[in-house]
Nanobody, 123 residues
Framework: QVQLVESGGGLVQAGGSLRLSCAASGRTSSNYIMGWFRQAPGKEREFVSAIRWSTGSTWYADSVKGRFTISRDNAKNTVYLQMNSLKPEDTAVYYC????????????????WGQGTQVTVSS
């Protein structure tokens, strides 16, 4: 069992920045891939970014490349998502999740999910 707790969401103006955190506990593995997804009202959940704990290898959705940066602190079992140059279309609930198997960009590839944190970007 893995527990994930997101934090750091909030309200920010367009062009601003936020840093999300995802603290993991329980039966974590150094070889895990941790992913961030988001879901806006009336839209399907979409992949944002992912990172492999052991190597730091990263993946990004095209829509956030160059604006978002994913990182991890292995000692704290925490993954971060630094979001810069935020746009109104980034408004969503952001979730972190642990990858089980399959495509990194697919939500079905993940098994444990956090409760989500709301990010709202005003224009």
């Amino acid at each position: 069992q893995v527990q994930l707790v997101e934090s750091g969401g909030g309200l920010v103006q367009a062009g601003g920045s936020l840093r999300l955190s995802c603290a993991a506990s329980g039966r974590t593995s150094s070889n895990y891939i941790m992913g961030w997804f988001r879901q806006a009202p009336g839209k399907e959940r979409e992949f944002v970014s992912a990172i492999r704990w052991s190597t730091g290898s990263t993946w990004y959705a095209d829509s956030v490349k160059g604006r978002f940066t994913i990182s991890r602190d292995n000692a704290k079992n925490t993954v971060y998502l630094q979001m810069n140059s935020l746009k109104p279309e980034d408004t969503a609930v952001y979730y972190c999740a642990t990858h089980r198997t399959g495509a990194v960009e697919a939500g079905r590839s993940y098994d444990y999910w956090g409760q989500g944190t709301q990010v709202t970007v005003s224009s």
